[in-house]
């Protein structure tokens, strides 16, 4: 669901003093954030963020194509393994049932 237009984009204040303050001095420091709602703004643009992905801080370098967008986007909160590569897998229903048939053989 999109922000209606009239209320305009969301940034954390602090976000924004940070920002405003390492660009008046004219550095390039890591910016820690737990922010991921705060939209990032043309101001933000080659600066990097450490966003909080539930577990730790990802680096996210801003460029331009990212001005309009959250940062909570470029911080992924979940882990994907991958699809099955088509083996039988070693672990959960059928590999109980495989070792169950084992010991009955051992019995037998």
Same mark, same amino acid.
């Given at each position: 669901?999109?922000?209606?237009?009239?209320?305009?984009?969301?940034?954390?204040a602090y976000l924004l003093?940070?920002?405003?303050?390492?660009?008046?001095?004219?550095?390039k420091e890591?910016?820690?954030?737990w922010?991921r709602?705060?939209v990032?703004?043309?101001?933000f643009?080659?600066?990097?963020?450490a966003?909080?992905n539930g577990?730790?801080?990802?680096?996210?370098?801003?460029t331009e194509d990212?001005v309009?967008?959250?940062? @909570?986007e470029? =911080? $992924?909160?979940?882990k994907?393994?991958?699809?099955g #590569?088509g &083996?039988?897998s070693?672990? @959960?229903?059928? =590999? $109980?049932?495989?070792?169950?048939?084992?010991?009955a #053989?051992k &019995?037998?």
């Amino acid at each position: 669901m999109s922000r209606s237009i009239k209320k305009g984009p969301f940034c954390d204040a602090y976000l924004l003093k940070k920002v405003d303050a390492l660009n008046a001095a004219n550095k390039k420091e890591v910016i820690k954030t737990w922010s991921r709602r705060s939209v990032i703004y043309p101001s933000f643009v080659e600066h990097t963020f450490a966003v909080y992905n539930g577990k730790e801080f990802v680096p996210v370098y801003v460029t331009e194509d990212m001005v309009g967008h959250k940062l @909570g986007e470029f =911080a $992924a909160t979940r882990k994907f393994g991958g699809h099955g #590569d088509g &083996k039988v897998s070693t672990g @959960g229903a059928g =590999a $109980a049932a495989a070792s169950v048939a084992a010991a009955a #053989d051992k &019995k037998a």
